[in-house]
Structures are given as structure tokens and as C-alpha cells.
């Protein structure tokens, strides 16, 4: 077998939802809701199968939910896209397999940001690439001009971006996301700007898409599963230049091929109607500030998060000596709580005194988390 699998650790998120269910833990680790999903789209979805919609939709995806995506993002983010400029996927992750696999020829080199979601860098080798890692350092995690170009040689190709940043919940500054379109087009890099948290914010906080900042050379990914509250769906798509599209869709018809039709036409329909999301919004933001309160009465440090349903915290400045994965393996088995370290998603030198924690979760998951963590220290 394949030495680079034969090797790989399984991710984090799988190794930390298997032991909250060996344990009887909360899992307040992966990052999936507990509540916030619209049952119109449920109702919708059960309905299209019952109505037949069970065979083979285009690669590419319907047309329905890329004319429903052009919408939302016109909408939304004041994005001029077209539907030809976007290819469904099964998951965001798969958009990332496959823009990664169409971008990278052998040699290739793709910076990451890391702390960095844990696909990036085993879908870079895959693709024949290698990684080259920046590393943000908390509490600001700051991306400066020196740290890029620190790592850029001739063979870099490639920069990947996630704003909102999993997992330390930060939002790229404008002044960031103008110097990360400034290196990529002083070195000729295609950006792959992961999206997915862009409609999980913290009250106040506005989003801008890379796609309006450098849109020749942005492919953007996203995901129904974030913005609807349904990861199991595994509807996401990338989008990006029409000619840099069509080869996606290439990489992408040897992946998955499609993505279930009765899922995708009910995440069209959920896309019109973007009043279902208001009552989620303010229902994650009532539970980030329930967590946060609950935690720093527990005697936390908390680093702050602008973004995404995740909230970090620092243990050191907790007063606690553990490193992230003791602390994590203590938590899970003897305090009831699965939360997610951070050191697995640097590959240089991490932090090893952060871990997260998913707070997209009803007010009784919240309160038995923050009482499990109470008794972790
Ligand atoms: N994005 C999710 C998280 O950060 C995990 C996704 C997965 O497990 N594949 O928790």
C-alpha cells in the first residue's frame, strides 16, 4: 500500500469524535451544530427524493443551485459570478481535493497559513505539490509580508487562505486580505480562498470575499453544510475564473463525479430564502456568548474569535501546565469533554497550549460543556 496513507494519522476531528463517543462525552470538538438548520429544506429534500429526484445530476452540478449560488453571492457579497463559474462538490472538502488536484503539477509549491485546516497539506502531496508553511503565532495571528515571502521560491504556485480562519475563529483585516492579493499577484499565485465559515460571524462583524479582491485569480470554495447547519449534507462547491472552473470539473468528474440531486436542489431552494438563516445567526451568537461567560467564570483565558463556531482557549494563561493533547485526553476521558487541540494543524513548530472548542450547540449542551470544564482543571 501507499506509504504516504500507511503513515497518515487519522484527523484530528475523527480521533477526538470517536473518543467523546468511547467515553460518553460531550463533543463539543468536531465542529457540527446541535440546532440552527431550517426544516423547510429537510421537508424539501425528503420530498424531491420521494418525487424521484434519485439518479445521476450533471458533473458539474445543477443549474438550479448554480444560478441559486450566482444570487446569494451577488447578494451577499456583492460578487459579479456567473453560473458557469461554479462546480458543485460533495463537500467543501472535496472542492478543495479537486481545485488542489487540478492547480498542482508535480513540483509545485502551496503556501498554507497554519495554523491550517488539517486537508490542506495531505491534498497538496497528493497532488504532487509540497507544502510550504507559514505559521501565525496567537494571540493577533497576523499575517505579515515577510513571513510570505520567507517561503515563496519559483516553484510556488499556489496560496491557500481560509477566512474566517479554522480553527482560531480570527477574520482576516482588510489590510491582510490586500497584502495577500498584492503577493499573489507580484509572484503569479492562484489563491484558494476557503470560505466555508463566511456566514458564521460574531455580531457586527462584516465579511469580504478575496473573490472581490483579486476574482481573476481567487477560486473560492464553500459549503451548504456551514451555512445551513447541515455538515452531513456534504454540498459544497468552488468557485472561480471560467476557464480555471472547467478545470476543476475535470479533476472533480474523477472524484465524486456529482453530489446527490435531491440535496442540491433543496440547498437551491434554502439559498433563496436567506431570512431561514437570521434565526441561527442569533442563536450562535447567543451560544458564543453563553460559552464565553461560562468558561471565563470557570477560570479560562479565551483568545478571541470573530468567526466560525469555534472559540479557543489558552491554557497557559489559565494557569494550566498541560500541552493541548494531555489536556485533551484528560478532558475527554475523565471530565466528560471532547474539545479539539490545535498543535495537529501546524506541521513545523505549533503552539501547544490552545485547544477549541465548537459552541453551535443548544443552551443544555452549552451548560453541561462549560460544567465538564469546570472540572478538567
Ligand atoms: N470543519 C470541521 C471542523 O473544523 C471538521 C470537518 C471534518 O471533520 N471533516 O471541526
Redo the contacts with the bound molecule.
Keep these: 500500500m501507499n506509504p504516504q496513507f500507511e503513515t497518515m494519522k487519522v484527523?484530528i476531528?475523527?480521533e477526538m469524535s470517536l473518543a467523546a463517543a468511547r467515553h460518553g462525552a460531550l463533543n463539543l470538538?468536531?465542529?457540527?451544530p446541535d440546532f440552527g438548520w431550517p426544516d423547510p429544506l429537510l421537508d424539501e429534500a425528503a420530498r424531491l427524493v420521494r418525487e424521484g429526484s434519485n439518479q445521476y445530476p450533471p458533473s458539474r452540478g445543477l443549474p438550479v443551485l448554480r444560478e441559486a449560488l450566482t444570487a446569494f453571492y451577488a447578494d451577499r457579497q456583492g460578487l459579479t459570478l456567473t453560473p458557469e463559474q461554479f462546480v458543485v462538490t460533495s463537500g467543501a472538502?472535496e472542492a478543495i481535493a479537486a481545485v488542489l488536484l487540478a492547480a498542482l503539477e508535480p513540483g509545485d509549491g502551496a503556501i498554507v497559513i497554519a495554523p491550517a485546516?488539517d486537508?490542506y497539506a495531505p491534498l497538496i502531496r497528493r497532488a504532487g505539490g509540497h507544502v510550504q508553511e507559514v505559521v501565525l503565532r496567537p494571540p493577533t495571528w497576523q499575517v505579515d509580508r515577510a513571513s510570505l515571502e520567507a517561503v515563496i521560491t519559483p516553484a510556488t504556485r499556489l496560496l491557500v487562505v481560509n477566512n474566517p480562519h479554522?480553527?482560531t475563529g480570527r477574520l482576516l483585516d482588510a489590510r491582510e486580505l490586500q497584502l495577500l492579493a498584492d503577493v499573489a499577484r507580484e509572484h503569479d499565485l492562484l489563491i484558494l480562498s476557503d470560505e466555508v465559515w463566511e456566514e458564521v460571524l460574531a455580531p457586527g462583524v462584516r465579511f469580504t470575499s478575496l473573490a472581490s479582491i483579486a476574482p481573476e485569480r481567487t477560486i473560492k470554495v464553500g459549503s451548504a453544510g456551514k451555512i445551513f447547519s447541515l455538515?452531513g449534507w456534504k454540498v459544497g462547491w468552488a468557485a472561480g475564473p471560467a476557464e480555471l472552473a472547467s478545470v476543476i470539473a475535470r479533476a472533480h468528474q474523477y472524484l465524486t463525479f456529482a453530489t446527490p440531486p435531491h440535496l442540491q436542489a433543496a440547498v437551491a431552494f434554502g439559498l433563496g430564502h436567506g431570512e431561514w438563516l437570521d434565526g441561527p445567526r442569533h442563536g450562535f451568537a447567543r451560544a458564543r456568548q453563553r460559552l464565553a461567560e461560562g468558561l471565563e467564570r470557570a477560570g479560562y483565558a479565551l483568545l478571541p474569535s470573530e468567526g466560525t463556531y469555534?472559540q479557543c482557549v489558552d491554557l497557559r494563561a489559565s494557569g494550566i501546565g498541560l500541552d493541548d493533547r494531555a489536556f485533551a485526553t484528560l478532558a475527554v476521558e475523565q471530565a466528560g469533554i471532547a474539545v479539539?487541540p490545535l498543535s495537529p494543524f501546524t506541521e513545523g513548530e505549533p503552539e501547544r497550549g490552545l485547544v477549541r472548542l465548537?459552541f453551535a450547540k443548544r443552551d443544555e449542551t452549552i451548560d453541561g460543556a462549560i460544567a465538564a470544564m469546570a472540572t478538567a482543571r
Aim: hydrophobic share 30%.
Design positions: 484527523s476531528f475523527e470538538g468536531q465542529g457540527f472538502t485546516y486537508a479554522n480553527p455538515t469555534f479539539i465548537c
